[in-house]
Nanobody, 121 residues
Framework: QVQLVESGGDLVQPGGSLRLSCAVS????????MGWYRQAPGKQRELVAH???????SYADSVKGRFTISRDNAKNTVYLQMNSLRPEDTAVYYC???????????????WGQGTQVTVSS
């Protein structure tokens, strides 16, 4: 089956950097879009960054200028480069993909298991 596996979450000091990765495996016909979401305890899940088929990207206002989303289509992998990290960036980060398993399937939504990012001194 289709799986999304995130990696790269860690404990980091304020001002530090992390690079998250999300690799998609399994039966895939095409990937329409991928994104990164995050959720802090007691808070609503929020979109962090999003990238679509043509390569266009979008970001939450809170991370603009600090985070960069990119993709490697050959590896079916999306990345999130996180710089100038702040304590308020602390959350579980989830990878999301909208994809088709075959040319006759609808676009289905898949989620990774999440990776913990903690920004603290």
């Amino acid at each position: 089956q289709v799986q999304l596996v995130e990696s790269g979450g860690d404990l980091v000091q304020p001002g530090g950097s992390l690079r998250l990765s999300c690799a998609v495996s399994g039966r895939i016909f095409s990937i329409n879009a991928m994104g990164w979401y995050r959720q802090a305890p007691g808070k609503q899940r929020e979109l962090v960054a999003h990238i679509i088929t043509g390569g266009s990207t979008s970001y939450a206002d809170s991370v603009k200028g600090r985070f960069t989303i990119s993709r490697d289509n050959a590896k079916n992998t999306v990345y999130l480069q996180m710089n100038s990290l702040r304590p308020e960036d602390t959350a579980v980060y989830y990878c999301n993909a909208d994809l088709r398993r075959t040319d006759r399937d609808n676009i289905n939504i898949y989620w990774g298991q999440g990776t913990q990012v903690t920004v603290s001194s």
